[in-house]
């Protein structure tokens, strides 16, 4: 199994607030057979992605500790969203996870449609989303899991900004 933990939040009692907020989006991928525990003495949430991981040759992968607002933004050619991807664009990691900001009003300039499946955690702010002919209303904490080949469609609505961590099969052969 390989995974990554992602911190959304911690106690409101640790009396260092440089570390909670050091600590708030930040990530650890946990590579294949990488042997680990987790303590925490305050409360904390956090979100766990686990799954089997499929090796590609000789490529492997490594422990990696980061924070979200240090990942720089990556180009998106005709988007006006902001996009940081967590783990590296190699052909060892079978999956990655994307940060996407989006400010009031703006949206996906495309429909979508994509081989891979997606997962999505709203993690701030409000918005619409479109998956084939239905659309939904989201807001903070809502997730939403999106098939193969389904169209789907992002806008972001209200008086803050959006943000949602998305996650994306890449990598390998879907079938």
Not at 128 to 140: E, F, K, M
């Amino acid at each position: 199994m390989a995974g990554l933990l992602f911190f959304m939040s911690f106690g409101k009692h640790l009396n260092d607030s440089d570390m909670r907020n050091g600590w708030v989006d930040s990530y650890a991928y946990l590579p294949p057979n990488f042997h680990h525990s987790l303590d925490c003495v305050e409360s904390a949430t956090l979100v766990v992605f686990e799954r089997r991981y499929e090796r590609l040759g000789s490529h492997t992968t490594e422990l990696i500790v980061g924070s979200t607002d240090k990942k720089p933004l990556l180009e998106t050619p005709g988007e006006v969203f902001e996009l940081r991807k967590l783990l590296p664009v190699s052909l060892a990691y079978d999956f990655n996870i994307h940060i996407m900001d989006f400010q009031p009003g703006e949206f996906l300039n495309v429909k979508e449609v994509h081989y891979n499946q997606h997962g999505l955690l709203l993690l701030e702010g409000q918005g619409i989303y479109r998956l084939g002919d239905n659309w939904y209303p989201v807001q903070a904490g809502d997730v939403i899991w999106m098939a193969p080949f389904v169209p789907q469609w992002y806008a972001a609505l209200g008086k803050n900004r959006s943000r949602y961590l998305l996650y994306k099969d890449v990598n390998r052969n879907p079938l």
